[in-house]
């Protein structure tokens, strides 16, 4: 076994914050990918605009960049923001709540197309039917819609997440204190490079595969209703 | 005066662009060089040439980039063996190692679309190949790699997109790269929303055109499926 020098705990605590992270900007950025296919499929001109607009920026600039521009223009406006109503003090965002902003506006980006395919995924004739037996379109959308475009969405949201997890290191140049910051920490003080560094590689390995388990276990939680062709 | 600041920025905002554009370029044209026998490897059939190359591919799509750059760039100086070898100043520079971290990456992930394009290729086609007295070399050189290239295009416009975006991890060893030049520039200006929004906005303009040229690419690559042109 590699010798941590004592820094388990640290690396730990570390990982226990990245995955807080992660989970933390994957709901966010499902909410906003929801909403936005919404959008984009919606009849409102102005709607498809913005959400084609939204994508095509958050899938065009780097994460790093995000992260970067959310924590200092967040700053910067908070700041000027409590200037203007008389405070004397800067404000700086938490580089948490930062980094879910900015990775959750990314993951959004992502998941409005896969939430867009799904949705489109599904037969028309459905809702149709539903609408028909007196549901109101909300109710529809509930018993009817979600269900299955979950089902639907699940292997591109879990590619997302998977992508997101590895992220959330970006996050470390803001100072929080994840997995990589701790690592570089630890780093600082046993002048042991290479030694930590590939502890925290294999670390998020290892969150990498217990999320594919978890994924796979969610997908088959989903499909659990779907009758597959005989083999 | 803020005026001033922008429009001083622009041409060093440019020169880091093309360090970005040169880091990119570098790593897909010697990535995609490892990456077939890496691909050829992993459909071999052959557990000792699979194993060890799913393993590589495994470690490299399922870490963080930033914790491989680390790696590189900080980890190796941990051992006297390199530090005193002949590749010393090689792995000093954090040029080189972000083009050894942004290569070893984009190889892992080519080598999976390559592999996806591999066995994309109809069997018949290999099997007529094979009838008309191709060697194995032959059909492979003739049909497997052209169809498989053409298969895998659109997978690998979007790992070259992805891979432009992670190139901004570069700015964190210190190189000056577009990411770098607005961090160095803002961290005399104090002007984080104008600097990372025309940093932004430069990202997006070379994606755009990576997305033209792989269409582009892409429609000269499949006359086949071209309606015919009239007469």
Redesign the interface.
Known sequence: MIDLHGFSAQLLAGTALTIELALASAALGTLIGLALSALKLSRSKLGRGFADLYT??FR??????IV??VY??AT?ALTSLSRALGGEEPIELHPFLAGTLALGLAFGAYATEVFRGAFQALPRGQIEAARALGMSRFLAFRRIALPQVWRFALPGLGNIFLVLL?????V??IGLEEL?RKT?IA?GFT?????F??A??VI??VM??ISMIGLGALERHANRGVRRAAR | MSGNVIAESIPKLLDGAALTVELVAIALAIGIVLAVPLALARVSGRLWLNGPVYGYV??FR???????I??IY??????ETVREGPLWPILREPYWCAIIAFTLNTAAYTAEIIRGGIQGVPHGEIEAARALGMSRLLVLRRIILPRAFRLALPAYGNEI?IL??????A??ITLLDL?GV??TI?ARTYM??EL??M??AI??VI??MITRAIKALEHRLSPHTRPPRPA
């Open positions: 095509t920026i065009g600039v780097p994460e790093l960049l970067l521009l200092f223009g910067i590895k992220d959330t290191s970006l470390s140049v990589m570089s780093v002048k042991e490079p290479f030694t560094y590939l925290a590689a998020y390995l990498t595969i | 495994f470690f399922g870490t963080p980039l930033l914790v491989q680390f790696l900080y980890g190796l100086s941990q051992f997109i432009l975006k992670a190139s901004a991890l700015s964190t990411t607005a961090r803002i984080p929303i990372f929004a940093a932004g990202y997006l994606t755009f």
